[in-house]
């Protein structure tokens, strides 16, 4: 694909909607429409060559056999998803202050252990650019409510064969999908 430009199409307080043209191997004109955290894209460099906006948060409890999920009312889907805490990166924060801070606000909980943390990745590529960071690890303590009033948040400990009953009744984010079934599976 030959990149031709970026049109900022419309400004939001949290993203920004873009139209990027490029044309195709046949030579012809492809306008594709995306958001970003960025407000202010103008290369095709900045698309992917960026900080992470945000950190994903892979927790277990101490002995292994528990995996934390959070059942989320998200509104761009009106009804509740099962997903990992995640969050922003605030403004001048590491992403491992980020991921303690998101890890208490919404569960309570305490990061007590860093067992990985894996490279960026893409949150919704088919319309986005933002990207993230997971860090894996345990986590302990007493689960408390979110301490966002615009955050709807039950979290909880599951045990694999918990995690294998949801992942066939259950909404779930897709990256947290793909590793529950995998972990599940052990």
Partial sequence: MEFNGIEKKEEGKYITRYDITYTTADHKKKVYEMISRNHNLTTREELSQHPADSVVLI??????EKLLLNREFRMACGDFVFNFPAGLIDPGEEFMESARRELKEETGLDLVRIDDILGESFSAIGFSNEKNVCVVGVAEGEFSPSTSTVEEIEARWYTKSEV???????????????????????
């Avoid at 927790?59 to 292994?64: K, L, P, Q, R, S």
């Avoid at 009953?165 to 052990?186: D, G, I, M, V």
């Fill in 164 to 186: 294998r009953n949801l992942l066939k009744t259950s909404y779930f984010a897709a990256r947290t999908q793909s590793y529950c079934y995998l972990w599940s599976k052990e």
């Fill in 59 to 64: 927790m277990h409890d101490e002995t292994g």
